[in-house]
């Protein structure tokens, strides 16, 4: 599915609190549903529909294995698509962070930037939506930053 034509542009507090709305969401892989269940894909496609009343692209099915070494960038690839990409070191609240466990692997975690130091995400370990400090550990694993779209 294509984004639509005409978007709103959503401030950064309304997207912070629409992620943060989400918080206690328990986790369940590929699905994007509030207070239901939702996975770190889901959690962006469900602030989509929030913000701008349609579906973001739906993806084909995917993994649960963060691990897995597929070699294709799918998960930036799709932000790509469908977000602006913005410089690494220059998120903000509202932006959304895709992640890469190792240097060699394709990214596979994305959440919600609501400060500098602290963002939303639906984390397997975790076993529900949370707010997680953007220590060292997460910082270095940053692969891409994006910003919703303007209309």
């Given at each position: 599915?294509?984004v ?12 912070v ?14 699905a ?38 597929g ?5 930036l ?24 466990w ?14 500098q ?16 400090a ?9 692969a891409?930053?994006?910003?919703f779209?303007?209309?």
């Open positions: 599915m294509k639509a034509e005409t978007l709103k542009q959503p401030g950064a507090d309304e997207i609190a629409e992620a943060l709305s989400w918080l206690g969401t328990p986790y369940r892989h590929q994007s549903s509030k207070g239901v269940g939702c996975d770190c894909l889901g959690l962006i496609r469900g602030v989509w529909r929030s913000l701008y009343g349609n579906e973001l692209e739906v993806p084909g099915d995917y993994a649960p294995d963060w691990a897995e070494a070699g294709e960038e799918q998960l690839l799709g932000a790509a698509r469908n977000l602006e990409p913005k410089p690494l070191d220059a998120f903000c609240a509202g932006d959304v962070l895709i992640f890469r190792r240097p060699h692997l394709p990214a596979k975690h994305a959440g919600i930037a609501v400060s130091s602290h963002f939303i995400h639906a984390y397997q370990g975790g076993g529900l939506v949370l707010k997680s953007l220590v060292p550990q997460w910082r270095r694993r940053l891409g930053v994006f910003v779209p303007n209309s």
